[in-house]
């Protein structure tokens, strides 16, 4: 239970760290139109680094969102359910879904960030071209730790149906 907690606490602290990011990406956004419409001196720069910041923003939230189960999901029939029946389908179809197409995504994402360094990737999208292998790490290593979370979103569930309760301490609902 204490490496569950200790990955619970780095996970929450990583999204609580990312929620200031959204205030950088805002400025950069501001800065830029500021500097294009009011002064006519559009940067070469904010278009990359909001598109890197926001996928920063993404990647490393997703965790949190769900050590904190704000997934979205159709509750139609799952909100109806009783809690053992909700963590069933949840431990029977992670592995089935939620690891496979995370496990490929993990596994090309730090194929990439390799690759990435092997080469010098440099964006192609604005007239900037920064390099792109901090970003190809953060993205490998935001979908590392969204396997982190998922590992132990799993191992949870398992320890609730084995034991028919949830610690108070690691009740996320």
Do not use: N
């Not at 939230?61 to 963590?87: E, I, M």
């Not at 979908?143 to 034991?163: E, N």
């Amino acid at each position: 239970m204490g490496i569950l907690k200790g990955l619970d606490y780095l996970v929450d602290r990583t999204g609580r760290v990312m929620a200031w990011l959204v205030i950088l990406i805002i400025l950069t956004m501001t800065y830029e139109v500021v500097s294009r419409y009011v002064f006519d001196t559009p940067t070469f720069w904010s278009f990359d680094i909001t598109y890197m910041l926001g996928a920063v923003l993404f990647l490393f939230s997703a965790p949190s969102v769900l050590l904190h189960r704000g997934h979205v999901r159709v509750d139609l029939f799952y909100a109806r359910f009783s809690t053992k029946l909700k963590t069933l389908i949840d431990v029977v179809l992670t592995p089935l879904l939620f690891f496979p197409a995370l496990g490929i995504l993990t596994h090309q994402a730090w194929r990439a960030a390799f690759r990435a360094l092997e080469v010098g990737e440099t964006s192609m999208f604005g007239i900037w071209e920064p390099t792109t292998i901090p970003l190809r790490f953060a993205i490998a290593l935001g979908f590392s730790l969204l396997s982190l979370a998922g590992i132990c979103w799993f191992l949870r569930g398992i320890l609730l149906l084995s034991t028919r309760k949830e610690l108070a301490e690691d009740s996320h609902d």
